[in-house]
C-alpha cells in the first residue's frame, strides 16, 4: 500500500540522492496524522461549541477529580500555555458558565479554577465524542498494532516530556 509520503520520499531521493531522507518515512506520516487529529477534534467538540484549547482545560480539571478543581499554576502545568494565556483562557471560560474561580482556602491570595456542572457535562461529552473520532482513525489496526504504536510513539516523545522541549 503506497500513500502520498512514499510519493514524496521518492520524489526527493530522485530530486537529493544526496540527502538521508529517511526520518521523512515516520516524521512526515506523523504530521498529516495530527492534521487529521486537529480535524478530529474539530468535529467532535463542533457539537458542544468548543474549540481544542477549551477542551484541554476543561479535561485537566475534569481529570483532577472532585471537586473537579485546579491552581491556576497546576493548569499551566498541564496546558504548557504562559501565565497571561491560561488567566485569558480562564477569564473566557468563566464568561461560558464552564468553570468558575474560588478563593483558595490554603493561600489567600490564590484562586482555585472550579469545573461547573455545565463544565463537566461539557468535557464528558467532548471526551465521548472525541474517542469516538480516533477509534475511527485507529479501525484499521489491531489491538497489537496499536499496542506497538502507543510503545513507539512513547519511547520518541518521552524524552520531549521529560525535558520540557
Known amino acids: 500500500m503506497e500513500d502520498e509520503v512514499d510519493r514524496l520520499v521518492a520524489a526527493w531521493r530522485r530530486e537529493r540522492p544526496d540527502l538521508d531522507v529517511e526520518p ?3 516524521l512526515s506520516r506523523v504530521g498529516r496524522l495530527s492534521r487529521h487529529l486537529d480535524r478530529a477534534r474539530r468535529i467532535a467538540f463542533a457539537e458542544l461549541g468548543l474549540e481544542p484549547w477549551e477542551f484541554d482545560v ?20 498541564q496546558t504548557l500555555v504562559t501565565s497571561g494565556t491560561m488567566t485569558n483562557r480562564i477569564d473566557r471560560l468563566a464568561k461560558k458558565g464552564l468553570v468558575e474561580r474560588l478563593p483558595d482556602p490554603t493561600d489567600r491570595r490564590g484562586v482555585l479554577v472550579r469545573l461547573t456542572p455545565t463544565g463537566q457535562d461539557h468535557a464528558d461529552r467532548a471526551l465521548a465524542g472525541l474517542l469516538e473520532q480516533e477509534r475511527a482513525i485507529l479501525a484499521e ?5 496499536r499496542r506497538e ?4 510513539l512513547r519511547e ?10
Open 24 to 26: 521523512l518515512e515516520v
Open 58 to 77: 476543561l479535561t485537566a480539571l475534569r481529570r483532577a477529580g472532585s471537586p473537579y478543581q485546579l491552581s491556576p499554576g497546576q493548569l499551566l502545568t
Open 141 to 145: 489496526l489491531s489491538l497489537t498494532q
Open 149 to 152: 504504536l502507543a510503545g513507539l
Open 156 to 165: 520518541l516523545t518521552a524524552p520531549f516530556d521529560n525535558t520540557g522541549h
